[in-house]
T-cell receptor, first 112, second 112 residues
Framework: KQEVTQIPAALSVPEGENLVLNCSFT??????LQWFRQDPGKGLTSLLL?????REQTSGRLNASLDKSSGRSTLYIAASQPGDSATYLC???????????FGEGTQLTVNP | NAGVTQTPKFQVLKTGQSMTLQCAQD?????MYWYRQDPGMGLRLIYY???????DKGEVPNGYNVSRLNKREFSLRLESAAPSQTSVYFC???????????FGSGTRLTVV
């Protein structure tokens, strides 16, 4: 059974800092890996999707990397802003069952 | 706005009562999903529908039933609610499995 772990569970940084969120998964036979953002009381918003054959994806200040062999992904946020404060979830798309397995998320607070 | 609409947003049930959570999407997506989100557990898949007319169990299907009424609508029914079903429920849809997820804003359910 695929297990997805995100460390740290919570992170607080000053505005302007570059930061890295970590995601690890136990089964490297994945189809893709996705990063989502969740604001308090809201649903999830898709940020980035990395295919299993890719190493990274970029969108604006966000860069996600994937190392399938080691079972790890990172989400890099450059020049963080208070508006980036949210919970960030990593989800692994499994090759069998057509389902996403989610991590518990990292709660990010960016202080002005 | 286009997207996934969930009703109701909040609900309190007594143990043993039944209810149906409604979900509708207007993006012509083929696949639809029901997740529950609990503290310390992340998002867990309850049921999904890969296409109109099909439904499959996810990770935690016990105590729930689903109906894919048509391409737009996917409902989740609790036949006899239990306190363990207290959670936030999210519906999501995607054009195809593992791509392009759009989430609803959630239903916060409390069973007393």
């Amino acid at each position: 059974k695929q297990e997805v772990t995100q460390i740290p569970a919570a992170l607080s940084v000053p505005e302007g800092e570059n930061l890295v969120l970590n995601c690890s998964f136990t089964d490297s036979a994945i189809y893709n890996l996705q990063w989502f953002r969740q604001d308090p009381g809201k649903g999830l918003t898709s940020l980035l999707l990395i295919q299993s054959s890719q190493r990274e994806q970029t969108s604006g200040r966000l860069n996600a990397s994937l190392d399938k062999s080691s079972g790890r992904s990172t989400l890099y946020i450059a020049a963080s802003q208070p508006g980036d404060s949210a919970t960030y979830l990593c989800a692994v798309g499994e090759t069998s069952g057509s389902r996403l397995t989610f991590g518990e998320g990292t709660q990010l607070t960016v202080n002005p | 706005n286009a997207g996934v609409t969930q009703t109701p947003k909040f609900q309190v049930l007594k143990t043993g009562q039944s209810m149906t959570l409604q979900c509708a999407q207007d993006m012509n997506h083929n696949s639809m999903y029901w997740y529950r989100q609990d503290p310390g557990m992340g998002l867990r898949l309850i049921y999904y529908s890969a296409s109109e007319g099909t439904t499959d169990k996810g990770e935690v299907p016990n105590g729930y039933n689903v109906s894919r009424l048509n391409k737009r609508e996917f409902s989740l029914r609790l036949e006899s609610a239990a306190p363990s079903q207290t959670s936030v429920y999210f519906c999501a849809s995607s054009p195809q499995a593992l791509y392009g997820y759009t989430f609803g804003s959630g239903t916060r359910l409390t069973v007393v």
